[in-house]
């Protein structure tokens, strides 16, 4: 039986799934230019030499939820090799930027020290955001189809803080943007929704549609994020935070976020279902399969200096 032909954001945008509480999670973001053909597996294919490789891997398993990127522009390096070390957190993310000479600068670097905010080793924080577009297509095609209209389309109005990224994760949600430093990923971005996206980000502000999740989150908060944003209006950026997380058994989570300087919290209960539709979920899946979907159960407001609450049941 032949392979059916299809793209996985088609199908994913067909069903309209719900994209939240599907960004990668990660708190160190290491994006290093790489500006020659990516393979299916950017980094294990590169040309980099073993030395570099180790001192990645190491570095990597090393610091908790650690992540690498590959990234380039159209154009090969132009005064030297770009490396940023991103530390993404809900509030005082930072991105601190390296120039390097050749890929062996890596090894003399401290990325740990970098990562904790202690040293920046030679390298320079900078205060403009960075726009990542993954265009990692020979990951999935998806990612060439949708990503790389998207990139020619930011770096337009944003220059060179926009970059092409190997394989984020999600080929289903591709045109796949993320804003870093906070981390924000976003799901079917199309050129226009993806300048709305950038510009609001630029404000410090946050866009719901199309929203995946922030990345230092794990998946029930990235979704009760949307739910508890989506219920109060909230949009700035570091306006609500994370306070903590309890599971309740099972896949359900009861979880609270804090506003307007800590005296409000917002409490969500968010569970997880197996979604009712079935889909090819990468554009080289053999085999149709649901996917997790989050839903809100109930939502809570609460002052911080009363017990009293309003509550919002959601069936």
Known sequence: MNQPSFFCSELSRRVAEKSFGTASVGGLWLLLEYPYSWGAKAFEESSLSP????????????????RLLLIKRERACAGGIQFYVVRSRP????????????????????????????????????????????????????????????????????????????????????GNL???????????????????????????????EGFRGRACYAYQAQAAEFYVRAETGIRGVE???????????????????????????????VSCRDSEFENYVTCHATARKSVPQFQLDEYRLVEASSPSSSTLARA
């Open 239 to 269: 306006e609500l935070w994370l306070l903590d997380s309890k599971s309740d058994g099972g896949k359900s989570w009861t979880l609270r976020f804090a506003s307007d300087g800590g005296a409000l919290i917002h409490v969500a209960r």
């Open 91 to 174: 509030r005082g993310p930072f991105i601190v930027r390296f120039e390097l000479e050749q890929y062996e600068n890596l090894l003399s670097l401290d990325i740990a020290a970098v990562a904790a905010g202690s040293l920046l080793a030679g390298g320079e924080q900078v205060e403009q955001p960075l726009f990542l577009v993954c265009t990692h297509g020979k990951r999935d095609k998806c990612c060439a189809l949708y990503g790389r209209p998207l990139y020619k389309s930011l770096r337009d109005v944003e220059g060179d803080n926009v970059w092409q990224s190997s394989h984020v994760g999600g080929d289903r949600f591709a």
């Open 178 to 208: 993320v804003c870093f430093p906070h981390g924000l990923f976003y799901a079917h971005t199309t050129a226009e929704t993806g300048r709305t996206i950038a510009a609001a980000y630029r404000a410090r502000r946050l866009v719901l």
């Open 51 to 66: 030395a570099i490789k180790s001192f990645i891997q190491r570095t990597l398993a090393t610091i908790p939820r650690s």
